[in-house]
């Protein structure tokens, strides 16, 4: 799968770096586990610590495995991010805990492609996005208003 560029030397292709978004998926299984393979990498915490983490956030949440009551351990997390593993995917209710465990966004947005026109942000770029509509929003009601003094006379 050609998720960083990499392309046949007859393609017409710039050669730009490719989002692992960038890509329409109908099967995103690929991506979400490189996607989960790269949140584990840039993690602070070891595999050990990750997998401690989501068994303890999955109890608070009432999250059980396949029914049971048994825990995740390191080799489940490690079938989840193995792209070898096709039958072993992280269950979705296991997802939310496992971003912010690794306080990564990827494997959500592994499943986003950028061709749906939508993209999942981080609470800090979503505050910022909020702000420059409030921005653009004061900046034409300054606009509307310097228009409607200026009809007025009094500018």
């Not at 983490?53 to 991010?81: F, M």
Request: net charge positive; aromatic share 4%; hydrophobic share 40%.
């Amino acid at each position: 799968m050609a998720i960083n560029g990499n392309y046949r030397k007859n393609s017409r292709h710039a050669g730009r770096q490719l989002h692992i978004r960038d890509q329409l998926a109908l099967d995103p299984t690929d991506y979400l586990k490189i996607a989960m393979a790269e949140s584990l990498k840039n993690c602070q915490r070891s595999r050990e610590q990750v997998v401690d983490e989501i068994n303890r956030l999955a109890v608070i949440a009432g999250i059980t495995t396949e029914g049971k009551a048994q825990k995740i351990s390191v080799a489940v997390l490690d079938k989840w991010v193995a792209r070898s593993a096709h039958a072993h995917i992280i269950p979705t209710r296991y997802l939310p805990i496992f971003c912010q465990v690794t306080g990564s966004l990827l494997p959500l947005q592994a499943l986003m492609p950028a061709s749906f026109g939508a993209e999942i942000v981080s609470a800090e770029d979503a505050a910022l996005l909020q702000w420059a509509r409030v921005e653009q929003e004061r900046r034409r009601l300054q606009k509307q208003s310097k228009h409607l003094a200026r009809e007025a006379g009094i500018e």
